[in-house]
């Protein structure tokens, strides 16, 4: 277990300092957890600080939501509390972005609208989220959140420059959208089983 500590100590420290190079932690209050299956606690940390702490219990503020985040969501070991430059503007002009990359429907999932989005809209297995006035990105693993915010970061700026123009942006078709949501889903029950057997989960590459 004081292995698996150590280790998830040091891909919270390595997971901030590429968020931070690739400037995919642009809110003024970003944060980042991680997991540690099996035991009572995580790291968390803000993105300035340059190591994490220890954290037992819910705490208060941005740490209780993470760990509600992480009572919430069983197969998440990794949580952004920030994005990058389209991110924002995405949040702020669109509010949403529908199904139109493929990689962003297998990994990211659904996005729900900022209007009614709470932690009741966490069970819908999206890994993006807008909760208590700032955006959480999702991982399973410490590499799979960093992989998820330079999608993220990738498709917003896609989707944010087409709707600039003004046309109309056409979702995948749905049976796409369908098979790419259900592959993510067994990923996340996968993960979710890793978890609860203490154990960290296996990294997902594969369309």
Known sequence: MTDLIETQRKLWQSSRSQLMRQQLLQTPSAWLAMRVPGADGFWFGKATAERPQWMVGAGNGESALADHLFRSRTDVCAIAAGCGRFGHHLFSLEGQMPGVFDEQVRHLGKMPWIGPNDVQHLDTGGNVHWLAGQPLLLGTTANRLVLNAELFEQCA?????????????????????????????????????????????????RY
Do not use: C
């Not at 600039?164 to 996340?188: C, M, V």
């Open 157 to 205: 700026k896609a989707y944010v420059l087409a709707s600039a123009t003004g046309q109309t942006i056409q979702p995948l078709p749905w049976l796409a959208r369908f098979i790419a949501n259900r592959r993510l889903h067994n990923d996340q029950r996968a993960a979710a089983f890793q978890v609860m057997n203490g154990q960290l989960p296996k990294e997902s590459y």
